[in-house]
């Protein structure tokens, strides 16, 4: 998706309080219903939501060079690797997720 085709979503967010791409922070495919796609998982997954968050991150940081053929592209992916990142720092300083000792 070149950058030209988001200008549906950032009329979505105008605001948009993070400053980064609507496709990043709030993808309009991920707010079809009346609780962004985020809330639900984090809100379904209670504790595990951190684990859900390292393992978004470990896919983007995967990806990044081989599914976008333009800059664009993967930047947004790093760029979504640092979303869910912040998102996951934010939920060990708020809940300090335990550590996965056997």
Same mark, same amino acid.
């Not at 709030?26 to 209670?46: F, K, M």
């Not at 978004?56 to 760029?79: A, E, F, M, S, V």
């Not at 996951?88 to 300083?93: G, H, K, Q, R, T």
């Given at each position: $998706?070149?950058?030209?085709?988001?200008?549906? *979503?950032?009329?979505?967010?105008?605001? +948009?309080?993070?400053?980064?791409?609507? $496709? *990043?922070?709030?993808?309009? /495919?991920?707010?079809?219903?009346?609780?962004?796609?985020?809330?639900?998982?984090?809100?379904?997954?209670?504790?595990?939501?951190?684990?859900?968050?390292?393992?978004?991150?470990?896919?983007?940081?995967?990806?990044?060079? /081989?599914?976008?053929?333009?800059?664009?592209?993967?930047?947004?992916?790093?760029?979504?690797?640092?979303?869910?990142?912040?998102?996951?720092? +934010?939920? *060990?300083?708020?809940?300090?997720?335990?550590?996965?000792?056997?």
């Amino acid at each position: $998706m070149k950058k030209e085709d988001h200008q549906e *979503v950032n009329a979505i967010y105008p605001e +948009n309080p993070t400053g980064l791409d609507p $496709m *990043v922070s709030h993808p309009a /495919h991920y707010n079809a219903g009346t609780i962004e796609a985020i809330a639900y998982i984090e809100d379904s997954l209670d504790e595990g939501f951190g684990f859900y968050l390292e393992g978004t991150i470990k896919k983007y940081l995967h990806r990044w060079r /081989h599914k976008h053929p333009d800059k664009y592209g993967r930047l947004q992916d790093l760029n979504k690797a640092k979303f869910y990142l912040e998102r996951l720092i +934010n939920d *060990v300083e708020e809940h300090d997720i335990p550590s996965c000792k056997p």
